[in-house]
């Protein structure tokens, strides 16, 4: 069976995507290598997919695989680049899914066909939004195949590489920020019941959460009308929706200049390393 995709760094994105992957039923464990830093963990892997086959060294990757994933922390690509260079060909596509380094840079150091992937946690469930921008040697046949691959675990959005700092906070962050929105209302409900359980609040407010986002997508439900159908004139609902609107266009405003002024800092430092490579 011959080897297609390729894995570097076998870590939290890395395990996710290549599990999702085979799940989908796209790929064949035979088709995939991977190879990682802590050669222990790929024992895990080998022991669920019998098949798949682990490389000793990462420029055994770049050489046997058509579609290489470098997914290791931005600040560790450069290494792996240089370590790989010498094995990929100019038909190797490299797909690289640390926002912070630009295709450009990948293309010189290495001279292959490369692809920017941001992937989310929530393609676990296969659900959830890629974000992908591939660079302009990556042939039709190539994104197709890619977008193929990404589709069966997610939705594929098409963005320039330009537009990935917020998307990536919209997307990839976002069930973080999902979770903490979460966390801080059922803490709220809590500290206003005297019977209701910490639990009892979460299955409320998760479940709802879930129903309403399959509302929001399956009815194709947008926010305006979610809210005129369970906020009546002169209800309940209308007034915490009164206090939302009051409290949290601040909030918002706040992440995102945080978030923001971070990311930009650490492409910064990013850059710079680059430059002094
Ligand atoms: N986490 C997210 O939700 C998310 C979402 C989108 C994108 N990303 C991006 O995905 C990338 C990986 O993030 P992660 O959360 O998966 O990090 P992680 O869990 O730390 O995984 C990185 C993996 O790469 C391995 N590694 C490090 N240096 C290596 C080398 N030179 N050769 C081979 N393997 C090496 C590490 O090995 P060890 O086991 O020895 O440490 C680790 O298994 C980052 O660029 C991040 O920005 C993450």
Redesign the pocket.
């Known amino acids: 069976m011959m080897i297609i995709l390729g894995f ?9 995507l290549i599990d999702a992957f085979l799940r989908s039923g796209n790929i064949k464990p035979g088709e995939i290598i991977v ?4 050669k222990s ?1 790929l024992d895990i892997l080998k022991e669920k997919w019998i098949d798949i086959h682990t490389a000793d060294s ?1 420029s055994e990757v770049a050489q046997k695989a058509k579609y290489v994933f470098v ?4 600040l ?2 450069t ?2 680049l240089e ?1 790989i260079r010498d094995s990929v060909s100019s038909d190797t596509n490299i797909i690289s ?4 380094v630009k295709i450009a840079y990948i293309e010189k150091l290495t001279g292959a066909k490369v692809t920017k992937l ?4 929530t393609s676990e469930v296969m659900e959830g939004i890629s974000l992908v921008c591939h660079g302009k040697t990556v042939s039709r046949e190539e994104s197709d195949y890619i977008e193929m691959l990404l589709n069966s675990i997610s939705k594929v959005k098409l963005i320039r590489e330009e537009e990935f700092d917020l998307a ?1 906070e919209l997307t ?2 976002m069930p973080g920020f999902i979770a903490s929105i979460f966390e801080e209302m059922v803490e709220s409900a809590f500290r206003h019941t005297d019977s209701l359980s910490r639990t009892d609040i979460e299955e409320m407010v998760l479940r709802t959460l879930y129903g309403t986002s399959r509302l929001f997508i399956e009815k194709n439900m947008g926010f305006s009308e979610m809210i005129d159908r369970v906020a009546t004139k002169g209800g309940i609902t209308e007034e915490g929706v009164k206090a939302l609107r009051k409290g949290l266009p601040d909030v918002f405003d706040k992440m995102f200049d945080n978030t923001l002024f971070k990311r930009k800092l650490i492409n910064e430092k990013i850059e710079q390393n680059q430059v002094m490579k």
Do not use: D
């Open positions: 570097i760094g076998y870590g939290s994105m890395g395990s996710m190879s990682s830093r802590t963990k990462n997914c290791v922390k931005p560790e690509v290494g792996v370590e899914i640390a926002g912070a941001i992937p989310s946690l990536t990839s962050c």
